[in-house]
């Protein structure tokens, strides 16, 4: 069975662009959850999408948003970026969610950076 | 929210020795997971165990939730194991998400 798979892998966009990044869960698996990891301040979660729904959110201002699409593989939106946004952003997915305790499977990551 | 620490923050240890990873949680989790971070940056599953003992190879976990801490032991340590162990958790009350702590950074020298 494929993992998650996330694309693109490195990213580099000046300050004030915006960014879109896809993941693509393991088939069946019908939730994605959002992650970002900095040096900072570690790996925080972003929001979790399950059926086309976000089900849950993180603390991260309105720029950061996300959707889901009906194949389950979802993209996070990330609008007039700031320095600060320069992380590794991770997605996972997993049968059931969060909500129900489920095992989450992560891809490798798309690295950005933000000049 | 739910607060989780992680000990030691670091560990350097000679190939072929064991180590003992600790994780302490503030509040009840019914979702406890132990990732490894590889160099690259990839986060492998290891463990899913919000209560009691698993095993996989060198590696276990064992998870006390009624005090709040799980361990992850690793035996007979090879340089692959060397990366970041997170733990994870999370809970059912209200907004579910993970809760990652800070990590442990293990070395295994040859």
């Known amino acids: 069975k494929a993992g998650v798979t996330q694309t693109p892998r490195y990213l580099i966009k000046t300050r004030g662009q915006q960014v879109t990044l896809s993941c693509s869960p393991i088939s069946g698996h019908r939730s994605v959850s959002w992650y970002q990891q900095t040096p900072g301040q570690g790996l925080q979660f972003l929001f979790e999408y399950f059926s086309e729904t976000q089900r849950n959110k993180g603390n991260f201002p309105g720029r950061f948003s996300g959707r889901q699409f009906s194949n389950s593989r979802s993209e996070m939106n990330v609008s007039t970026l700031e320095l600060g946004d320069s992380a590794l952003y991770l997605c996972a997915s997993s049968l059931l969610g969060l909500t129900y305790g489920d095992t989450q499977y992560f891809g490798p990551g798309t690295r950005l950076t933000v000049l | 929210g739910i607060q989780v620490e992680q000990s030691p923050p670091d560990l350097i240890l000679q190939e072929g020795a064991n180590s003992t990873l600790r994780c302490n949680f503030s509040?009840?989790?019914?979702?406890l997971q132990w990732f490894h971070q590889n160099p690259w940056g990839q986060l492998i599953n290891l463990f899913y165990?919000?209560?009691g003992t698993k095993q996989n190879g060198r590696l276990s976990a064992t998870t006390v939730a009624t005090e709040r801490y799980s361990l992850l032991y690793i035996s007979s340590s090879q340089t692959t194991d060397s990366g970041v162990y997170f733990c994870?958790?999370?809970?059912?009350?209200?907004?579910?998400?993970?809760?990652f702590g800070t990590g442990t950074r293990l070395t295994i020298i040859p």
């Open positions: 509040d009840s989790v019914n979702n």
């Open positions: 994870a958790v999370g809970s059912n009350f209200g907004n579910e998400k993970l809760t």
């Open positions: 165990i919000p209560s």
